[in-house]
């Protein structure tokens, strides 16, 4: 599954990324008032298109293009509105970029001082040998820091409202 979304829905875009969906979004690009052809066209590539548009829904639709529309603005609920209809596994993963979307890959232990060049890479966890993941197109450098716990708690939490308002749907 693949995805393509709105630039309205910047948070949702990195959620599905660490999710290691291959999610575009309309941000990263340059449009200039032409986001909807971009969304349509990319979509027509066997993305599904998510958006918060009902105009741009109805396109879509008309286009026989897989549209999946959500109305919150809380991005969880984003995501809860989007397993009402797909199968996404809510399992954080390193494999993706969050900011430009490439697979990232594991720093090797010849690379670790470059660690150190970067601000937001803290000493400590460098010399304590933690893995670390680079994305080698933005650069940007990713472990399994106090974050990723957060994210791991906000998603079980996510599994247990699922279960609780869905449990039918649950095989
Ligand atoms: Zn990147």
């Excluded at 066209?41 to 999946?68: H, M, N, P, W, Y």
């Excluded at 399992?91 to 470059?114: H, S, W, Y």
Aim: glycine share 6%; net charge neutral.
């Amino acid at each position: 599954m693949k995805f393509i979304v709105d630039r309205m829905l910047g948070r949702l875009t990195t959620w599905l990324r660490l999710l290691g969906y291959d999610t575009v979004s309309a941000s990263d690009f340059a449009l200039e008032g032409k986001e909807d052809e971009f969304l349509l066209r990319f979509a027509g590539q066997k993305r599904i298109l998510i958006t918060r548009d009902r105009t741009l829904r109805s396109r879509a639709e008309r286009a026989g293009i897989r549209v999946c529309l959500v109305n919150s603005d809380a991005v969880m609920e984003q995501l809860e509105e989007m397993l009402s209809h797909y199968d996404i596994d809510l399992e954080p993963k390193m494999v993706r970029c969050t900011i430009c979307n490439a697979l990232i890959r594991k720093v090797r232990p010849k690379e670790l001082g470059m660690l150190k060049r970067e601000d937001y890479v803290p000493d400590a966890l460098v010399e304590e040998g933690i893995e670390f993941w680079i994305c080698d197109s933005c650069g940007k450098v990713y472990w399994e820091g106090s974050h990723w716990d957060n994210i791991h708690k906000r998603l079980e939490k996510l599994r247990e409202r699922m279960a609780v308002e869905r449990p039918l749907t649950k095989s």
